[in-house]
């Protein structure tokens, strides 16, 4: 089992950043690659970005190319979605999850309770 918990949410305006921290226990957190994903209400949960178990490849949507960026710290056990230039269309509640590394959500096993980030115009 791995528990995850996401921190770091909160309400901004566009343009702002915000770094969201997922810390992880339980079994070997360096096993798995870990993934954010976010839903906004009506919404689909929607791929943002995954990191590999090593943290050599990194993979993200479109739409956040360039202006979020995830990483790991396996000493920590802990994953970062850093956020800058936020846009109100980034609105939602943004989980993490561990799994082995994919755009698509039955690929993790395990998820986290989610964090609230709201971007006001």
Excluded: H
């Excluded at 996401?6 to 070997?28: I, K, N």
């Excluded at 919404?43 to 590999?52: L, N, W």
């Excluded at 802990?78 to 989980?95: F, G, H, I, R």
């Amino acid at each position: 089992q791995v528990q995850l918990v996401e921190s770091g949410g909160g309400l901004v305006q566009a343009g702002d950043s915000l770094r969201l921290s997922c810390a992880a226990s339980g079994r070997t957190f360096s096993s798995y690659a870990m993934g954010w994903f976010r839903q906004a209400p009506g919404k689909e949960r929607e791929f943002v970005a995954a990191i590999s178990w090593s943290g050599g490849n990194t993979y993200y949507v479109d739409s956040v190319k360039g202006r979020f960026t995830i990483s790991r710290d396996g000493a920590k056990n802990t994953v970062y979605l850093q956020m800058n230039s936020l846009k109100p269309e980034d609105t939602a509640v943004y989980y993490c999850a561990a799994g082995s590394v994919a755009s698509t959500a039955d690929a993790y096993d395990y998820w986290g309770q989610g964090t609230q980030v709201t971007v006001s115009s």
